[in-house]
Each structure stands twice: as C-alpha cells, then as structure tokens.
C-alpha cells in the first residue's frame, strides 16, 4: 500500500509535468518513477507488473540522468535511510541501471566534484535546448 501512495504522488507529478509543457522549455524533477521501479521492484521485491499496469500511458521526460557513483562516494555526500543497508543498496542500484539500459537514460560519473557534474548535465540540456529550437 504505501509503494502505491508514492505510485500515485508520481502519476500526479507526471500530470503536473504534462500541464507546464506548453508553458516551460525545462522542468527539473529528481525523481521519476524510475525510482519507483529501482526501490519497489529491485529493491523490495514488488511484482514489476503492477508497476506497469500503474504507469500505463505515463510520458517519459526527454532527459533522464543516472548519477553514477560508488555507494562510499554516494554515503559522503548524502545521509540516506537506502545507503546503510549495503543489500538494499545494491538492490536498488541494480534497478536503477536496469531501468536506465531499457529507458536510454544519460549515464554520469558521479564521482567528480558536484559542480563538475552539474555543468555536464547542464551542458546536455543546452544542446537539447538549442536541437529543440533549430527544430521549431
């Protein structure tokens, strides 16, 4: 039940996403629900199929980033409930690049400094910006 309360925040996140669309030419979201699959799936065993039946219809967003990073430089940077349970971490870090090799997410080393990071990132969405406007 309580995965499915996080489901629906999600398909609600989605909606709004879908309703800025025609008004924004960049929406930031840290979580997709890719991350649904990556800790309910992968990481506490949930059957994949209900996820799906659940996110039927769902657009994806254009860009998806895997921050990729050992669990030791990922525990310095953050204090997080997932990283202390070296087993479900690697549970839910298996999902994760599952998720990103079935969906085509952008795969970034996260193990540089968080500024170098943010402007590779940043730099990949200027070139969708740019591809999007010689398009239009």
């Not at 430089?73 to 990103?100: E, H, N």
Request: proline share 4%; aromatic share 8%.
């Amino acid at each position: 039940l309580r995965s499915m309360l996080f489901w629906e925040m999600r398909k609600q996140q989605y909606a709004a996403i879908d309703g800025l669309r025609s008004v924004a030419d960049i929406i930031f979201a840290d979580r997709t629900m890719g991350t649904a699959f990556a800790y309910d799936v992968h990481g506490n065993g949930v059957n994949p199929e209900l996820l799906r039946l659940f996110t039927q219809g769902l657009r994806p967003p254009d860009i998806t980033f895997l921050l990729e990073a050992p669990i030791a430089v990922a525990r310095q940077r953050k204090d997080s409930r997932t990283l202390r349970d070296p087993m479900f971490a690697g549970r839910v870090i298996c999902g994760y690049r599952k998720c990103a090799d079935r969906c085509e997410w952008l795969r970034v080393d996260a193990t540089q400094a968080p500024e170098e990071v943010a402007s590779y990132c940043l730099g990949i969405i200027r070139e969708a910006l740019v591809k999007k406007a010689r398009a239009s």
